[in-house]
Structure formats: C-alpha cells, structure tokens
C-alpha cells in the first residue's frame, strides 16, 4: 500500500459514456498528478496540481477533464474517448510539485475503451 | 524522442545473479529516479540520485550517475524471484519541477 488509492481499479466504458477516475492520497501531500500508461509507449505525464491548483496540462485532449477539489482527491472525468484511449491511468502524489520529491503512484485504473 | 531510455528492454537472469540496467537521457537534469512496477500495477519509488552526485546504494540497490554522459545505471545485487518486475528511470528537467518523464522500462525476469 503506497498510501494512494484509485478507483475503480477496472472499467469499460463505450465511446459515447461520461465516466469519472477517482483517486484518493492519504499522504499529507499537496501535488498530484495523472499519468496515462500506453501498452510500448513510455509513461506519459497528463496533468500536475499544486495546491489544488493546474499547473501543468501536457496537451492533452479536452475529453480528458481533470478536477482537483482539494489537496487528497483528484478526478479525471473521462467523455467521449477513442479506443486508442485504452490504456492504465496512474494517479500519483508527492510533497509538492518541485523537484527533487519522490512520487508516490496508486494502483491504477485500466481502462478500456469499446 | 523521449528524454529517458532503459536498456536492456528485456533482461532475463537466474535467482543469484546480478542484473544492471542502463538509462540513458538528453537533457539537463536536477535529479534521477528509479522506479520499479509489478505487472498491470502502480510505480514504486526505489532510488533517487541528485545531479551532483556520483553513486547511491540502498539495500541490494546500487545507481550511478554520469551527468557527462547523461546515463545512469542500476544494479540489482543477489537477484530473487520477487526482483521479477519493469524497471524505469525518470528524469527531471532543469527549470520544470517535479514534472517527471519516464524512459520506456527495462522488463527483468528472474528466474528461480
């Protein structure tokens, strides 16, 4: 247990449905972060808060919405997504957004896009 | 092209045996890190070794950094079964925080 949760841990969803990520850190911490996890791609970094505050969209795609309601919950609120949308989603957490602070990652939730 | 890369990809050994991955990257960094992931599941923090340093061990773990030829390695000492697992390295870029990019992984197999 790294302190992170996610839920749901799997789900399938049709390109037309509006689902939620929920990811939940008992850490104390004040950034969180979304990572996406592609089968033979490196993971790639989606969104960084600090603070509750977006201080990093890595040009990703507008039916992907993040929401930060406070500094333990993070959501990815997930609309009409494409199949190459498949992939694991990665929470994360660590003390703040500067360097130099290791990153606290939950389970993951796999997502599979029909 | 991505700014950390692992080789091996794959590396397959015998329970014993000592196993070294490699990470290379092309920018300036602030710090390295190691991260290890059992399969489907979430990363696990191992190591993390600052620019200005040279070599870190923690356990059976052993990282060296040459910022000069922007590589690191890991070596994993007296492997077991348990080691079997992706290992990836991720680099912070000067000037960007804790905005971590992450090589493709090293795949280990440690065979009983």
């Known amino acids: 247990e790294t302190g992170v949760t996610q839920t749901p841990r799997h789900l399938v969803m049709g390109m037309t449905n509006k689902k939620s990520l929920k990811c939940e850190q008992h850490?104390?911490?004040?950034?969180m972060y979304w990572y996406k996890q592609s089968a033979k791609k490196p993971l790639e970094l989606m969104f960084v808060?600090?603070?509750?505050?977006?201080?990093e969209n890595n040009s990703v795609p507008s039916r992907f919405s993040p929401e930060c309601p406070n500094s333990s919950h993070l959501f990815l609120h997930l609309h009409t997504l494409q199949p190459e949308d498949s992939a694991l989603y990665l929470c994360?957490?660590?003390?703040?957004?500067?360097?130099?602070?290791?990153?606290?990652f939950g389970p993951g939730t796999r997502l599979t896009v029909t | 092209s991505q700014q950390g890369e692992e080789d091996p990809q794959a590396l397959s050994i015998q329970e014993g045996e000592n196993a070294t991955m490699n990470c290379s990257y092309k920018?300036?960094?602030?710090?390295l890190q190691w991260y290890r992931q059992n399969s489907g599941r979430g990363l696990v923090h191992l190591i993390l070794i600052r620019s200005n340093e040279r070599e870190k061990h923690s356990g059976r773990l052993r990282v060296t950094l040459d910022t000069s030829k922007k590589s690191s390695s890991l070596l994993i000492t007296a492997s077991r079964a348990a080691d079997t697992a992706s290992y990836f390295c991720?680099?912070?870029?000067?000037?960007?925080?804790?905005?971590?990019?992450f090589g493709g992984g090293t795949r280990l197999m440690v065979k009983p």
């Open positions: 920018t300036s960094i602030n710090n």
């Open positions: 991720a680099t912070d870029k000067n000037n960007a925080g804790n905005m971590l990019t």
């Open positions: 850490l104390g911490h004040n950034a």
């Open positions: 994360a957490s660590s003390q703040t957004s500067a360097s130099s602070y290791e990153q606290y």
């Open positions: 808060y600090n603070f509750k505050e977006q201080t």
